[in-house]
């Protein structure tokens, strides 16, 4: 089941500006966790966010959490070209124990135009 | 570094076949994960592992198995491979009671003719 549904699908930009990109879900979560992905690759960790913060940076990236709306959003500033990639969010659900079990959205294919 | 290291980049088999994927992490993590990726789909769970011998069905679990005799790898096994199976497969480990973080290695990319 896919839990999280992310938008846009596709955002394409010019170097220097920013992206934003949204994440939703339906369950109670331990944490929320966004993922990058670049072209035919495994994917690489970004940034977690738990259930019971509210914003966390990381360099360029801004996280937000919403829980009452069961949402997120990933915030890329100041966009380079080599941020061209896919994002993924991924949840884990809070009756998931201990097992890591993710949920992963669809994604969002981001081009940063040089 | 984690390094999550999986035996093939690409790989092409014929329907029918049973086709074997190896995954292997250096970091002594307990839990590790097989999925496998579509266009439009995203990451869909395939199995996961909390432990060795220890095995759990994801959501996509039909025409696959696992195997994981050692903590360090897990591997993936289509039973007769179909066209249907034509995918990209990841895997990834992820130390239980950390950072909840999962290492992913850089996929296999299974066609199936």
């Known amino acids: 089941s896919q839990q999280g549904e992310e938008d846009p699908q596709a955002l394409s930009i010019q170097e220097g500006e920013n992206a934003t990109m949204n994440c939703s879900y339906k369950?109670?979560?331990?944490?929320l966790q966004w993922y990058r992905q670049n072209s035919g690759r495994g994917l690489v960790h970004l940034i977690l966010i738990r259930s019971n913060e509210r914003e966390k940076h990381s360099g360029r990236l801004r996280v937000t959490l919403d829980t009452s709306k069961k949402s997120s959003s990933l915030l890329i500033t100041a966009s380079r070209a080599a941020d061209t990639a896919s994002y993924f969010c991924a949840t884990e659900s809070h009756g998931s124990g201990n097992t890591g079990k993710l949920i992963f959205g669809q994604g969002t294919t981001l081009q940063v135009k040089p | 570094d984690v390094k999550v290291t999986q035996s093939s980049r690409y790989l092409v088999k014929r329907t029918g076949e049973k086709v074997f994927l190896e995954c292997v992490q250096d970091?002594?993590?307990?839990?590790m994960f097989w999925y496998r990726q579509d266009p439009g789909l995203g990451l869909r769970l395939i199995y996961f592992?909390?432990?060795?011998?220890?095995?759990e069905k994801g959501d996509i679990p039909e025409g696959y198995s696992v195997s994981r005799e050692k903590k360090e790898r897990f591997s993936l096994i289509l039973e007769s491979a179909s066209t249907n199976q034509t995918s990209m497969y990841l895997c990834?480990?992820?130390?239980?009671?950390?950072?909840?973080?999962?290492?992913f290695g850089p996929g296999t990319r299974l066609t199936v003719l």
């Open positions: 970091m002594d993590h307990e839990n």
């Open positions: 369950t109670s979560i331990n944490n």
């Open positions: 592992s909390y432990d060795v011998k220890m095995k």
């Open positions: 990834a480990s992820r130390q239980a009671g950390g950072t909840d973080t999962q290492y």
